[in-house]
């Protein structure tokens, strides 16, 4: 086993776990689908958690290549995946087993929290761009994360609706022009 292979061994295991949370709360909501007071906005920002999940996983690919892993090397990686855990675990509502399960309600009184870890976990990607990643388009896609960084800011402190949902359709604009042109083909 490379040392790329173990690394990516531990962060894979919390990149699963995230994934499964995000997809575990979609079924229970299936499940509760008639006691469900659906939000648009925050199915969008449970979607940007999954993608945000699957960017890190595929952007690890350009570390192929390291041949040594320092503990802090190690531990900065970690960190970038604990963040996105913890980032989905906020996104994602505790479906109760019986009531009205009130996902508007629970973006308006939560939402802050987790777009604020979303633009934590946005500008940590800058930091580890800037550290470790040699891709040509590095500069291009911490244009893409700043603004991804900024933007969820703005939606915490600004709860009006029409920033909300401004601020999804600019976070769905970047990672999907993220994943279009800017995700480096993997090879």
């Known amino acids: ?61 350009d570390l192929r290549g390291t041949l040594a892993w320092s503990m802090g090397e190690v531990g900065i990686l970690f960190v970038a995946a604990a963040i996105l855990y913890l980032q989905a675990r906020l996104t994602c509502l505790r479906v109760p ?21 979303f633009a934590i976990q946005m500008s940590y990607a800058v930091l580890v761009n800037v550290l470790y990643v040699g891709a040509q388009t590095v500069n291009q896609q911490n244009l893409a994360v700043s603004v991804m960084t900024i933007a969820p800011i703005a939606a915490a402190i600004f709860k009006t609706r029409l920033v909300q949902v401004t601020v999804v359709l600019i976070v769905g604009s970047m990672l999907a022009w993220y994943f279009a042109a800017l995700q480096l083909p993997l090879n």
Not at 33 to 59: C, D, E, P, Q, Y
């Open 97 to 117: 087993l019986d009531g009205i399960v009130d996902l508007a309600a629970f973006h308006r009184e939560e939402g802050w929290k987790y777009m604020l870890a």
């Open 1 to 61: 086993m490379k040392p790329f292979d173990y690394v990516m061994v531990l962060m894979s295991f919390v990149y699963g776990l995230a994934i499964a949370h995000i997809l575990a709360t979609f079924g229970d909501l299936i499940s509760a689908t008639k006691r469900l007071r659906f939000s648009w906005l925050n199915a969008a920002w449970m979607l940007f958690s999954l993608l945000s999940v699957v960017a890190w996983w595929i952007g690890l690919w």
